[in-house]
């Protein structure tokens, strides 16, 4: 069997980073770096890092920087191989034996195997993200929080990316001609698997600092004045800063924050619009009475 074809997506790292920055994606020298290798090796990458700092942004900005499609695969706990590969479309399924009940009434006795044969048929069958992303690569495969998955489910994730194929018992092998571009992301709410982790590359995914967050809230969201945005990632780099928080809030959540604000038509961050919308950057009540009270020195900082 023939290895599946290589695709040259970009010719470096820097290529890379200037395409993920058209999209509004403001990645690194390291990340550039490992994502470029992971194209280049066609080698899963593994993205672990805090809630908010990106993860599932890169991968959705690969496909549009690319250029070819996203397929996501949300993890969850008691997840299933079936739910991430294939099912089968058993409603349509019991329709399509009616219809061969009515036409043995009409027309004689038919084939019982080949009854059961139609029942598996191609139109029948509901591929799921990993399967989608096999038959339709070139593409970006998501598998997001991954550690939320239990070790049955990592040791399938393990044969299907080591192999770039899956076994369909009554359509035989589906064998992607182009390996998808995979990333897992993790929020390390327990550890995956040694086994998973030497299938990948890796890499952890920190808050950026203050300078890069605010020239991604710059970039990201033009229409909100500089003042603003600085403001903004000033006074979440504070909430992250005290530790003190049940859920730092990332960049996503910047992001939100100055949104709400710019809608608002806030031009500079005060104490009274900055209590008036935290619950676009907290999202816990405790996060929320903490930063409250405090919230003259933390702009202040």
Request: with cysteine.
């Amino acid at each position: 069997m023939e290895d599946p074809e290589h695709v040259e997506y970009v010719s470096s790292a820097p290529e890379l980073a200037r395409r993920l920055g058209e999209t509004g994606y403001l990645a690194d020298d390291g990340l550039a770096t490992i994502a470029y290798l992971a194209l280049r090796l066609s080698r899963p990458l593994l993205l672990e890092g805090e809630p908010g700092t990106g993860k599932t942004a890169l991968a959705e900005a690969l496909s549009q920087g690319l250029g070819i499609p996203l397929v996501r695969l949300q993890c969850y706990e008691g997840i299933e191989a079936s739910q991430a590969l294939y099912d089968w479309d058993f409603p349509r399924q019991i329709l399509h034996l009616r219809a061969v009940e009515a036409t043995r009434q009409s027309n004689g006795p038919v084939d019982v195997e080949e009854v059961e044969k139609s029942l598996f048929d191609e139109r029948f069958l509901l591929a799921r993200p990993v399967l989608r992303a096999l038959r339709e690569s070139p593409a970006v495969l998501l598998i997001d929080e991954v550690d939320r998955a239990d070790d049955e489910f990592e040791a399938f994730l393990l044969e299907v990316l080591s192999t770039n194929q899956v076994t369909i018992p009554e359509l035989g092998t589906v064998r992607a001609a182009v390996p998808p571009i995979v990333v897992l992301t993790s929020n390390r709410t327990r550890e995956v698997h040694d086994a998973l982790k030497r299938r990948c590359l890796y890499h952890w995914i920190d808050h950026p600092d203050l300078a890069r967050e605010i020239e991604i809230v710059r970039v990201r969201m033009p229409e909100v004045s500089a003042q603003l945005a600085a403001q903004v990632a000033r006074a979440v780099h504070a909430m992250r800063d005290t530790n003190e928080l049940l859920k730092p809030p990332g960049v996503a959540e910047t992001l939100d924050w100055a949104g709400a604000l710019h809608a608002l038509g806030e031009q500079v961050l005060d104490v009274a619009n900055a209590a008036a919308t935290l619950g676009a950057v907290l999202k816990y009540r405790e996060d929320a009475d903490r930063v409250r009270g405090s919230l003259d020195r933390l702009l202040a900082s």
